[in-house]
């Protein structure tokens, strides 16, 4: 597959794709069941996204492996690197699974609904499974972008250790958030089969992630306390993953002509770069973050 003919706003020409081999230590994550500022609904949405992930992370690597050999350019290098941020993100999430289920959170559960999803999207058309792929990363894009620009991690109380994995994970996904998509074009997905993609994402994820958050709470007492359910349900409504710029830029995928790279988002990474992986970077530095084998 040839890659001249990209979109014209991708940066497949010029963008860097690494994958950064960090371990971290997630048992730092605490003792306490709201392990994210004592949050009730904020601890129990994170862990079902995290209990969703390590099954999503493989499909897409392997959904976009099996394209590599059939990509020229400089966007086969960045599949590389995507391979590589996607297998050590599995790795960490299953890892901080383990620690929230020792909270008493049903990550387990979660992940296991989230691999019967992807087990059946593996039987999807390579064509299918990379177009969906594309379109959930959009959605870890978006959330991303929107928590780094509001530095929404700086507004929650948790160990240093997470705070840096999480961040990790966020900038991680951005500098990839276009390589999936310029596969799916390379592969000549029409407009029309890319919303529709996005459509099937919707249908698979909403089960899982959703079906996944109201377990979780279910289980908790706290839950039935309305008072402390609706405070907490107040503060996540003036999180940054619900004002309406947010739900904007993940509607942005239905409209003609839309590529990832159509906003620029350099300044953004290098900030976080330099924060997170500088000398004097929260990753860096954070003592119970080591460099993995």
Do not use: C
Not at 67 to 89: A, C, M, S, T, Y
Not at 181 to 199: H, N, P, Y
């Amino acid at each position: 597959m040839s890659t001249r003919g990209l979109h014209a706003d991708s940066t497949a020409g010029t963008r860097t794709v690494t994958a950064r081999r960090y371990a971290f230590d997630h048992e730092t994550v605490g003792a306490e069941r709201h392990w994210l500022d004592h949050d009730l609904f904020g601890s129990h949405l994170v862990a079902a996204l995290s209990g969703v992930i390590p099954p999503g992370e493989r499909f897409f690597a392997d959904a976009i492996r099996r394209q590599r050999d059939q990509v020229d350019g400089p966007l086969r290098e960045q599949i590389k690197g995507f391979i590589g941020q996607e297998r050590l993100h599995q790795r960490e999430h299953d890892e901080f699974n383990h620690s929230l289920a020792r909270l008493g959170y049903p990550t387990a559960g979660i992940d296991r609904a989230s691999a019967i999803t992807f087990a059946v999207a593996e039987r999807f058309p390579a064509r299918l499974q990379v177009a969906v792929a594309a379109a959930i990363e959009h959605w870890t894009a978006v959330i991303a972008e929107h928590s780094l620009v509001e530095d929404q991690l700086a507004d929650w109380e948790m160990s240093e250790a997470t705070r840096a994995f999480l961040a990790w994970h966020l900038v991680e996904e951005l500098e990839h958030r276009a390589v999936a998509f310029d596969v799916m074009q390379a592969m000549g997905t029409s407009e029309l089969e890319r919303i529709l993609a996005m459509r099937v994402a919707v249908a698979m994820m909403i089960p899982s992630v959703v079906g996944g958050l109201l377990v979780s709470l279910a289980g908790d007492r706290d839950t039935w306390r309305p008072r402390r359910l609706g405070r907490s349900l107040a503060r996540f409504r003036r999180t940054a993953i619900v004002q309406g710029s947010f739900v904007r830029d993940l509607l942005a995928w239905n409209r003609p002509g839309f590529h990832p790279d159509e906003r620029s988002i350099d300044a953004l990474l290098d900030k976080w770069r330099a924060e997170l992986f500088g000398p004097e970077g929260l990753v860096t530095t954070t003592s119970q973050a080591r460099t993995a084998s």
